[in-house]
């Protein structure tokens, strides 16, 4: 992962800020120039809650290489208050007791790293919430 | 816009190929297009391909496999769209044809897969996904179809059983094609038992990694009898749709609302409806897409692809037969080259030529073939001219 | 003078039992968990490191600070595992927690008292009216080499205070300082595992200079043991912050509250300030805390703190340390291995 590709989509990735169309109101993660809704390209940065729900997940058996030692892990699609969703690992919880419907929150975490030299990529993950 | 008519069609060997480049198996399957079809010089070339990139290291394929296929100098270019490269290919050739720009166009599509490792290839294929709000935290394309069967068994009450019936059926289908990968039976059973991917899909629900090519020659319909005898085979619908790319942002995950939109505009332009098509090849990457795929289209009510899989409403004798070649699961899956397999296949069964899984009497096919979770969609409907 | 305005701690879910370790190396388990006085250590997740422990403490002080958290402008993170050499911790922390692009940010390192540093610098600053809020933070997911003795122990953590101009949530009433040049404990560069000179890090290193520091703070505030409700030191084991703190005049219930080593192991840098939250989330009004550190090399930082009525309204604004230190799920050496990446792979 070049650095600049990575450092680009820090903002998302570390504050989940998202834009909000003053057009007509939706929350577009990550922001965007364009709201697909109405079409205005005028919009405000806001951040997304940090709590939701599970709407759907798998558990990754076979993962590509950078992810092949994390192995299994579970990936989900997460919907957060307010009803922006987004696709996120959820751990710390045992696969079996991982339910749609479930109520988690977004923990800060190692996402993936470029080798023993590369930089490391940090994000959002999911954890049950207690 | 002119009648466009498929008047040739061929393939690369499909499987493992360790001893073939990527340039040698899609001249293979070109040239043996161009025998079938009878034609002499080609005017124009489209080449469906996933990665050559990303497996091979090799972009500008156009240039190359125009090159290699004895046609350097006509225009060419390659189509990219995840899975749909090639039928987007495919409706490439179509329009340039049917605009009367160009009278012979070869449509090809290729992949060659083994040429990284398997880990390297799932990473291939995972880019068809959005990189970095979907790829970026690890999730794989049986991860994404993996969450979208969890989707469909949690809302419509589809069984796991239900789900394996797709495979077991492309099996049997691909156990009665020559050209398969896996040209075997498989059961319900072995399915169930083979080793997890994402849950719950497991190996055998997933199409496997494929190196092969297909090709077709395209030409007015009112040109055919000049290069062949074989019955011509018109394309007489033509529908393509796109959708968000990460499946997170889609409303309801298992809906394939480009397939639907591509299939409306297909059916609308042959003029017919779900019940006239007589057989289907559709993008079985992995057996809930199938599931999902024949609701999208029609054949089936919302949330009932499960119990069609179940019953036989698909398969070879059912009212609808899917995937008659075996599918993606059982014939093979290389990226680029499966959309146009797929044309492959109802040209063939249209023609009569298809041994024995010929379905009896066929005269109008469809075929869909869809990018990565479905963002991008084509639908073909071909008839017997 | 200065005041902690907000505070947080975060403990990994994982923990190792000491008989799960003792058996791989053939130990005596019982004589460990006896001369260490632990049962079991915290272990964190391959997806989690100091950076990502340090945002989790600082998102909770931030909750209970309850300031935006673009009023800080100060980030001090203390580590001896830093994720990067050479690239700061503590712009990521900040980046994540929200700060002022105008924070100053500094990481800190002196073995296990580079989180009760990053605490002293903030205070310095925010006191001489340099900065409004400053973030300091001790974390660490420190690794014990393989049949070790110190393996039994090293485990990870983090804790987050904030400080401010105001008497916030617990006054700052005095700091203290002591350090020599004691090679104890040390990690050379490119090592991967530290190493230590066994009973040499005990009287004349950990024990010798708590002692002065402590004692020198307390003379300094002119006050004695019994004025304080709690008092926290650094705790590598169970054994040794009981031994120190009744050496010093203090009585086993001012230990209790802040004594977490015996079920979470030490936490090097988050050791004696993960202690200090443990005690703040039970603290009344008025109560007075007295906290020294320890870092190897060596050095000890004293605090003396009072708790204001503030504490009450902030206690449950985030998870608790005990709290989190009982959500907890065992693995074996394996997978402790595995996660601790104590197996070679091949590129």
Redesign the interface.
Known sequence: MFPARYWREIPQRYRLEAGKCKGCGKTLFPPRIKCPKCGSTDFEIVRLPDSGVVRTFTVIRVGPSQFSDQAPYAVGIVELEGGVKITTQIVDCPPDKIHIGQKVKVEFRRIQEDGSAGIICYGYKCVPAV | MRDVAVIGVGMSEWGELWKKSLRQIFVEAALAAIKDSGVEKIDSMYVGCMSSGLFVGQEHLASLLSDYAGVSGISAARVESACASGGVAFRSGYIEVASGLSDVVLVGGVEKMTDV????A??AL?TAA?Q?????????F??LY??????HM?RFGTTREQIAHVAVKNHRHGAMNPRAQYPFEITVDAVLKS???????RILDCSPITDGAAAVILCPLDMAKKFTRKPAVRVAGSGSSTDTI????RED?TEFAATTRAADKAYKTAGVGPSDIQLAEVHDCFTIAEICVIEALGFVKRGEGGKAAESGLTALGGKIPVNTSGGLKSKGHPVGATGVAQIVEITEQLRGESGKRQVKGAKRGLTQNMGGTGGSTVVHILEVA | MAGIVGYGAYVPMHRIKVEEIAKVWGADAESYKKGLMLVEKSVPSPDQDTITMSVEAARSAVKRARIAPSLIEATYVGSESHPYAVKPSGTVVSEAVGTSPNTHCSDFEFACKAGSEAMFVCIGLVQGGAIRYGLAIGADTSQGAPGDALEYSAAAGAAAFIFGKEDGLAKVLGTHTFMTDTPDFWRREYEYYPRHGGRFTGEQAYFRHITIAATQMMEKAGLKPQDFAYAVFHQPNGKFPMQIGQKLGFKKEQLEAGWLSPTLGNTYSGSSPMGLTAILDVAKPGEKIFMTSYGSGAGSDSFVFEVTKEIEKVQNLAPKTRQQLDRKSYIEYGVYAKFRRKILKSE
Do not use: K, R
């Open positions: 490792s398997g880990d390297g799932t990473y995972a959005d970095e709000y979907e790829g970026y935290v690890g999730v794989t049986p991860g993996a969450m979208m069967a969890n989707d949690a080793v997890l991917v994402a849950d719950p899909l990460a499946l997170h942002d995950f």
